[in-house]
């Protein structure tokens, strides 16, 4: 493990020979949550505060973007070691960010915010058994998908409020509903698969044919169907 946070430091960092012709990049992430996710937990403080230096920075260009990234540093750091005060933080910057963003001039952008806002009231239901929290991640994610229909966003939103009302719906005991939540996710993971060319697209659509799995293979022991857990089989090997 040792070896391998070696060599990712050594990957990112900037080589000398092009370090004049290259502009500055703050982290080693650049705020890439699927490179974040091999991060071990120091280096992605590390990362974190990075990101909390670049968004305070007088004149930086773009800051809802700048404070976006620090929502999904702080929000990573939460959802590994629980702390209240990281997923307080990370709530606080997507609101900042939301704050500064015009929904209509920028459509996506303030969709990729309400999104981490959604994913911030997800994790806080985990970690602080808060009810109602999916009813308000919901709202969140239906909001994304108005402002930006046929972005990748709207599609991430769509498959993300399906997994939940899944969720929900198998807390209660109805596979029934659950599995019309897995069906309705199918539309946003068609539309995340046709922008396949883009690499965290690939990982969004790799997410939610993985978080569709569980949810067939959940309702599939439910009802004792083998055709549904044939069918999270089958989820689960397009996303290997």
Do not use: N, Y
Not at 52 to 68: H, M, S
Not at 80 to 99: F, H, I, M, Y
Not at 177 to 201: F, N, Q, S, Y
Request: overall charge neutral; proline content about 5%; some cysteine.
């Amino acid at each position: 493990m040792f070896e391998l946070g070696r060599e990712l430091k050594r990957l990112f960092r900037p080589r000398p020979s092009l370090a004049m012709f290259t502009p500055p990049r703050d982290g080693l992430a650049g705020g890439d949550p699927g490179l974040a996710e091999l991060l071990d937990l120091a280096m992605l403080r590390a990362e974190a505060k990075s990101c909390d230096i670049a968004a305070g920075r007088i004149g930086a260009k773009d800051r809802p973007t700048l404070q976006l990234r620090q929502a999904t540093m702080w929000r990573e750091i939460a959802r590994r070691t629980g702390e209240d005060a990281a997923l307080s933080k990370a709530a606080q910057c997507a609101e900042s960010a939301l704050g500064a963003l015009d929904r209509r001039s920028r459509p996506e952008a303030w969709a990729r915010v309400r999104i981490e806002q959604a994913a911030c009231a997800m994790l806080a239901a985990e970690v602080r058994s808060e009810p109602g929290l999916g009813a308000a991640a919901c709202v969140s994610l239906t909001e994304a998908i108005a402002a930006a229909p046929r972005s990748p966003e709207a599609a991430e939103a769509m498959v993300l409020r399906a997994q939940i009302q899944a969720a929900e719906a198998l807390t209660s005991g109805d596979a029934d509903a659950a599995l019309a939540c897995a069906d309705d996710a199918g539309v946003g993971i068609a539309a995340l698969e046709k922008t396949m060319h883009d690499r965290p697209a690939r990982r969004l659509a790799a997410l939610a044919l993985l978080g569709r799995a569980e949810v067939l293979a959940a309702c599939g022991m439910q009802l004792r169907d083998l055709t549904v857990l044939e069918r999270a089989l089958g989820d689960a090997t397009r996303t290997a």
